[in-house]
């Protein structure tokens, strides 16, 4: 890995994820528009890229990663400190959904426990050297991406909309969060574009424009747009990603590009801060340092 990439995440003596190049926030105001789906498939890409890659399930009310993956096991700790990760499909993965004795039954912490298991995800976890290791947020605008950013330092978000305008409304408040805690978006995902009829019809179901939409708002480039294909539900609910599943298919083959330009979007951010080194974030700490965010006020 070129030194180019390290450059985009300039982390802390005490960031918790020392062996991680690049963390990855795949996320979106809003539910349901395919940001696990989406973080699953782009993670399977990355990997079958050649990047060693990880992925975090960030939602703890509602983990989808056991199922979308289909693993039911759970972590062991061989050294008595640290988690190791499941895997599957060559990923690394930690979900909260490993930890409960009936994957049915719900989550009942509140705010501080949750946090907690986060911090402990990144920090007890043993991630190992990786290039990538990318986090499924839940919905939402909050306090899981400040809570992230505060202990981490970010390389980017992915930020996950459908086209509609019922959508983009709660996306670009997500994507006012990023700014507000400095966390650089890395591009926009438009899922569920059009859907395709078997006559080879399109529809777009759902309208069109909400993904170029937040990516002009958040100046930052539109890295893909997925249709809606009912092989991406199928193979997500049975346990393997599409990626995985069908690789030479036209879905893997989006899952694919998304991973390029993510890769490509990383590596423009480390140019950008060759160049002007005066936009890396302080994270340095300690009294006074920039680690108070300023939504901390
Ligand atoms: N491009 C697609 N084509 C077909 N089905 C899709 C596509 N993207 C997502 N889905 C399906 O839509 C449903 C919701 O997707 P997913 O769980 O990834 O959304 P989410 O944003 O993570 O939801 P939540 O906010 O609950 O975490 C799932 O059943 C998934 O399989
Ligand atoms: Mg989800």
């Known amino acids: 890995m070129s030194d180019s990439l390290d450059r985009s995440r300039p982390a802390s003596p005490d960031d918790p994820l020392t062996g991680v190049k ?18 699953t498939n782009l993670a399977m890409a990355l990997s079958k890229r050649g990047f060693r890659t990880g992925l975090l399930d960030a939602d703890i009310y509602g983990p989808s990663i056991p199922t979308m993956l289909g693993v039911a096991g759970r972590p062991v700790s061989t050294d008595g400190k640290t988690i190791e990760p499941l895997e599957r499909f060559g990923i690394k993965l930690m979900s909260i959904g490993f930890l409960l004795d009936d994957p049915k039954s719900a989550v009942i912490w509140r705010g501080p426990m949750l946090h907690g298991a986060l911090q402990q995800f990144l920090k007890d976890v043993a991630w190992g050297e990786l290039d990538y290791l990318v986090l499924d947020l839940p919905p939402g605008t909050g306090d899981v991406a400040l809570s992230l950013a505060q202990r981490t ?9 459908t086209p509609q305008n019922v959508a983009t409304d709660d996306v670009f408040k997500s994507v006012s969060m990023c700014v507000k805690v400095d966390i650089p978006v890395l591009g926009v995902v438009e899922n569920m574009s059009w859907f395709i009829d078997p006559a080879g019809v399109r529809h777009e179901l759902f309208g069109k424009g909400g993904g170029a939409a937040v990516a002009e708002f958040a100046k930052a480039p539109l890295l893909a747009q997925i249709p809606i294909d009912q092989s991406v539900r199928e193979w997500g609910d049975k346990g393997t990603p599409v990626v995985q599943a069908a690789p030479e298919g036209a879905m893997a083959k989006a899952y694919l590009d998304l991973a390029d330009k993510v890769v490509e979007a990383v590596s423009a951010r480390a140019d950008m801060l060759r160049e002007e080194p005066g936009l890396v974030i302080d994270r340095s700490g300690g009294p006074g340092g920039k680690r108070r965010l300023p939504v901390a006020k």
């Open 22 to 39: 690049h963390v990855v926030l795949v996320m979106s105001g809003k539910g349901g528009v395919g940001k696990s789906t989406t973080a």
């Open 153 to 161: 330092s970010v390389t980017g978000a992915v930020i996950v909309t």
